[in-house]
């Protein structure tokens, strides 16, 4: 397919939302051979701030509940399950803007002792005039920021408004005498376009931003070395409606611990593909939820557990542990998640927080 047929618009940033804390410093890894991460990722659903900018969604600009009071508590939620969940990296969806990430940032710094536990990075970003966008923060520092958006002028319908794809280096960083040594972990944020208006025509559009972030990871990987790759987000797309990967029989990643091997619960052997629509590539990566044991999804739907929020690697990159978090204050006895409700200002989200480990 000819570049005329589509546009894959790209804008090279700095990281567009350095905290208000930022304080510098590195973090000490566990050993000099690998970085090990603890990652969460949770679509907050609707989290607007208190300030009515008429890009809000109706219920909350109509809502005589919705004031700062109710925003301040309902931060304090969101504050207190990351503080629980202790990620090393929090990717958020349904963000209204970059200012709640400071909100997130100086409260949790307000409530540590330990320095090594602040979030003192961050970026944000969204498409403009959109109610809501993606964000990440960090405890390890984030460098070269760029966001992807579509443009797309071929199919049969007006394309829909559709979030960009975040793409973001981290650095973890150890200290050897006056040697630097770094790890770097790139990170993939993705919000696809969801189900409302019809599953088969809202279809279309999400295969294009599988293609964007296909195009995306096989740019990353001509680099040499070959990256750490975590793609995440709500992707609006059950993990049986990707097309698995004839290669997903292939061998597992095994990493050396201790001088001797330890076989790893997630097989980390690719078993879904992604596809180019500028090419016949396959990107192929690991989702653990073919690999998850547990009858749980991250969303819950018409009395249906729903597999719509995802992990995927690939690269230098092993995930050891994954769960979608069913037990706490979020989740009820059973699992499912508290969906935020305006009129009582009750609940959380109506996605449940997914969490994994990754060692690169």
């Known amino acids: 397919m000819q570049n005329k047929n589509f546009t894959f618009a790209s804008r090279t940033l700095l990281v567009a939302s350095c905290l208000a804390m930022l304080l510098g410093g590195c973090s000490i890894l566990k050993n000099e051979e690998r970085a090990s991460l603890k990652i969460v990722n949770w679509n907050a659903q609707t989290f607007f701030d208190a300030n009515n900018d008429g890009i809000e969604y109706s219920n909350f600009q109509k809502s005589k509940k919705w004031d700062e009071a109710a925003y301040k508590g309902r ?31 100086n409260a949790l710094a307000g409530e540590s002792w330990n320095p090594k536990k602040v979030y003192r990075y961050g970026c944000f970003s969204k498409k403009k005039n959109s109610a809501i966008g993606c964000a990440v923060i960090s405890r390890y520092e984030l460098c070269d920021l760029k966001i992807h958006s579509l443009d797309v002028r071929v199919e049969n319908s007006r394309a829909p408004s559709m979030r960009p794809l975040i793409e973001v280096d981290l650095f973890a960083t150890k200290k050897l005498r ?44 001509s680099q040499s070395p070959l990256p750490a790759i975590i793609c995440a987000g709500d992707f609006n797309q059950d993990i049986s409606e990707f097309d698995f990967s004839d290669a997903s029989a292939g061998e597992s990643i095994v990493l050396e611990k201790r001088g001797s ?28 939820w073919l690999d998850f044991s547990g009858e749980e999804g991250s969303y819950f739907f018409r009395d249906e557990w729903e597999r719509i929020d995802h992990f995927f690697t690939c690269g230098q990159i092993a995930l050891k542990e994954f769960s979608p978090q069913t037990s706490g204050a979020w989740a009820y006895d059973d699992g499912r998640p508290k969906s935020f409700q305006i009129y009582s200002l009750s609940g959380y989200s109506d996605h449940l927080p997914i969490v994994c480990t990754v060692e690169f």
């Open 261 to 288: 091997e330890k076989r790893r619960d997630f097989s980390n052997a690719p078993n879904i593909e992604f596809a180019r629509f500028d090419s016949q590539e396959k990107i192929l990566v690991y989702s653990p």
């Open 75 to 105: 931060l304090k939620k969101l504050c207190d399950t990351i503080k629980f969940l202790d990620g090393d990296v929090v990717i958020l969806e349904e963000i209204e803007n970059e200012g709640i990430l400071h909100d997130i940032s």
């Open 178 to 221: 006056d040697e630097k040594k770094s790890r770097v972990l790139k990170i993939f944020v993705n919000h696809w376009k969801s189900k409302s208006g019809g599953e088969e025509e809202s279809k279309i559009w999400r295969r294009w931003q599988e293609a964007l972030l296909a195009q995306k990871i096989s740019e990353a990987q």
